[in-house]
């Protein structure tokens, strides 16, 4: 071909191409994605401090953060820059669900305070004034010779103390009595007549109720009861303090991945700018344009759902932290400033298991429960023995007052009337109790047993068969516990080999976005590779994210393994101290 019409047919074409490359050149800075810049300045200063590079750590020194994002209520009022020991701090203080189970000890205090009231000393008191006027039907009915009524006053006073005593399921009562009685009886020798009597009787179980009866099981179970508050205490704390901490690493990561999906979008929208150029230029057609367009638009989704995701993460980790609309916390943005860490510390995991078999709040919950359970059955178990009360009592008794003296030994002389008085009153009723002239002594053993099978023998036997299923399940909650600290274990491991693996993706995936941009600057590639290879690093880096917080969570979840569980314990309370049926379980 003449030189001539090769110079007429190459020369618009070769023009066409030179210009093309050096629109190329122009935006060719433009071209180089943002990630690959951050994660190439961020990989050099980690390479030379000698420490991995992940994404966090890219995002971190980036300069782009995530921008406040206006919400249906309007703009948060504040910034407020949060650690990880700040929000366990605040949950400590405001949560909530913290501050009710704080109470429950306290209601359980007064529950064993109520329960121990039965052996407080109880005093009593009375005070009765009757009288009666009676005929005089005989001539011995004391209204004396001329038949008159007899008109009887009486008062009585009594005061007493009376106690149920711990040791021995034994009871005394002090008790004393003083009346006043005044009769037209002639035949009264004391009138009016003051009496006073004290006793002291004490009663001993020696069978049924000596070691345990249904007052002292019920004042354990209420103690136990209290222990087990105290454990349902700290395991709300522990949970709770527990999904604070995934809270929190959720926000970190629901913050970092709005970042990774504005980078996405600022990808696609500068490749949007530069197959414009493109196809102003003529180097390509206006599909490409389209094509990036509706890569864009996907990317701008994806981020509203991102946006979404954090500020739902965000209240998710308010309603832990706060004790409140009015605090202070509520109407602000959370600026969560710590990162993740990856170490790389070996698990002892022998020493984890038997920690948590020590310290575990269901296992502790479980055995204290258990010995509920063994008190009940003990007080079930005596509940079978004969009633054998050993009653032992001792009674002194004095009399006083103005005293009749007959004037003589006839019948006349005696009933009367006639004669002389002896003066006297209440305090001759005290006297003759201080000198103990009147001792009353009394002894007794009272015995009862049912004949035959009795309930509370049914009772027992079930309850005890109920405590030996019960101990099997402690031991099952124990294996329950091994198998958790030891699954918590493996997926640390695990974990940690899987960032490894995403961050070699990610870096693998920024490697290959910067070859296809180089070989579509020069045409050796096409839009939808590079759309392609975008969309693959996108998905990368949100996996290193989601990893790396997948560690943060297992670690917290190993943690949470070795001292609380979310899970009820499962141990059923046997029959009842009082001798009812099974209750629920805990």
Do not use: C
């Not at 196809?279 to 989704?301: F, K, L, N, Y």
């Not at 309603?319 to 609309?325: D, K």
């Amino acid at each position: 071909m003449p030189s001539q019409v090769r110079a007429f047919v190459f020369g618009p074409l070769i023009a066409g191409l030179m210009l093309a490359a050096a629109s190329r050149a122009t935006h060719a800075q433009t071209l180089d994605t943002v990630v690959g810049k951050r994660v190439a300045a961020v990989a050099g200063q980690a390479s030379r401090a000698g420490q991995p590079t992940s994404m966090f750590d890219v995002l971190r020194h980036s300069s782009a953060s995530v921008a406040r994002q206006a919400s249906g209520a309007g703009q948060p009022a504040r910034r407020f820059d949060l650690t990880l020991d700040d929000a366990v701090e605040r949950a400590l203080e405001r949560n909530l669900d913290i501050a009710v189970q704080r109470i429950v000890p306290l209601v359980q205090d007064l529950r064993v305070a109520a329960a121990g009231a039965a052996f407080l000393p109880v005093a009593s008191s009375g005070f009765d004034f009757n009288q009666e006027t009676t005929p005089n039907r005989f001539v011995f009915d004391g209204g004396g010779l001329r038949g008159q009524p007899i008109v009887s006053d009486r008062g009585t006073y009594d005061v007493g103390v009376g106690q149920q005593v711990k040791w021995g399921g034994g009871r005394y009562d002090v008790t004393w009595d003083s009346t006043r009685s005044e009769s037209t009886n002639i035949f009264s020798t004391f009138n009016p007549s003051f009496g006073a009597n004290m006793t002291l009787q004490y009663t001993q179980p020696l069978l049924r109720g000596f070691r345990t009866d249904a007052r002292r099981t019920q004042l354990v179970v209420s103690r136990i009861n209290r222990d087990i508050s105290d454990i349902d205490l700290e395991e709300t704390v522990v949970n709770t303090l527990a999904d604070v901490s995934l809270a929190y690493w959720d926000l970190v990561y629901a913050r970092a991945a709005v970042d990774v999906q504005r980078q996405a979008v600022a990808l696609a929208e500068q490749l949007v700018q530069d197959n414009r150029v493109r196809v102003e230029v003529g180097t390509m057609a206006p599909i490409d344009v389209v094509q990036a367009q509706s890569e864009a638009a996907a990317r701008r989704q994806l981020l509203a759902v991102a946006v979404e995701t954090q500020r739902t993460s965000e209240l998710v980790l308010k309603e832990l932290i706060v004790g409140g609309t009015s605090d202070e916390l509520w109407n602000a943005e959370i600026n969560p400033t710590e990162q993740p860490r990856i170490e790389a510390t070996p698990i002892d995991l022998q020493a984890a298991i038997r920690g948590a078999l020590d310290r575990r709040t269901d296992v502790s919950r479980a055995r204290r429960q258990l010995d509920v359970n063994e008190a009940t059955v003990e007080n079930l178990r005596n509940s079978t023995l004969p009633a054998l009360d050993l009653v032992g009592s001792y009674q002194l008794t004095g009399q006083g007052g103005p005293r009749r003296v007959p004037a003589g030994n006839s019948f006349e002389d005696i009933f009367g009337g006639a004669g002389g008085v002896i003066p006297g009153g209440y305090r001759d009723a005290l006297d003759s109790i201080a000198n103990a002239d009147y001792p009353v002594w009394r002894v007794q053993l009272q015995m009862s047993y049912p004949l035959g099978r009795s309930a509370d023998r049914a009772a027992y036997e079930r309850a005890r068969l109920e405590l030996q299923q019960n101990r099997t399940r402690i031991r099952r909650i124990e294996l329950r516990i091994a198998s958790e600290v030891t699954n918590a274990a493996l997926r640390i491991e695990s974990i940690r080999e899987r960032i490894e693996a995403a961050t070699a993706s990610r870096e693998l995936a920024e490697r290959q976005l910067e070859a296809e941009e180089s070989k579509f600057e020069v045409g050796l590639s096409t839009n939808f590779f590079v759309l392609q290879s975008q969309r693959d690093l996108a998905t990368a880096q949100d996996a290193e994210l989601r990893a790396i917080l997948d560690y943060q969570r297992a670690l917290i979840e190993f943690d949470r393994t070795q001292r609380a569980s979310l899970g009820a314990a499962g141990i059923a309370v046997v029959g009842g101290a009082m001798g009812g049926g099974a209750g629920p379980s805990y």
